[in-house]
């Protein structure tokens, strides 16, 4: 079994996907700083000033020791917009991957 194991992780595809996975967490965290640290900052001065994050609704406030409850919407946003452009890019890579696929296919082998 531990042989069959081994085979099994020494594979292209197991190793390839564990790279897809660490290039992907890096890339998230690219994308995280690109939507917080560039942005939102100007999202919230187009919306008079306003920091993204912190929009919230707020149902109960806070009192003595109890936090408030609060629907915070705005990191929501700042999450969303995240995935999108995730999303969008992941999208041209495979369009230039496909389109790289399609062409390779068409020149003649000699």
Do not use: C, H
């Not at 290039?23 to 995280?32: D, E």
């Not at 003595?64 to 999450?79: C, D, K, M, Q």
């Amino acid at each position: 079994m531990l042989s069959e194991f081994r085979t099994f992780i020494a594979q292209g595809n197991v190793l390839d996907l564990a790279v897809g996975v660490i290039i992907g967490a890096a890339f998230g965290k690219i994308i995280t700083s690109f939507v917080d640290d560039i942005v939102n900052p100007i999202l919230g001065l187009v919306m008079g000033g306003t920091d993204l994050s912190q929009l919230k609704i707020v149902l109960k406030e806070a009192v003595g020791t109890v936090p408030e409850v609060a629907i915070r919407y705005g990191n929501f946003l700042n999450t969303f917009m995240q995935f999108l452009l995730i999303a969008w890019v992941i999208f041209m890579i495979i369009k230039v991957a496909n389109k790289t696929r399609l062409s390779s296919s068409l020149v003649p082998q000699e």
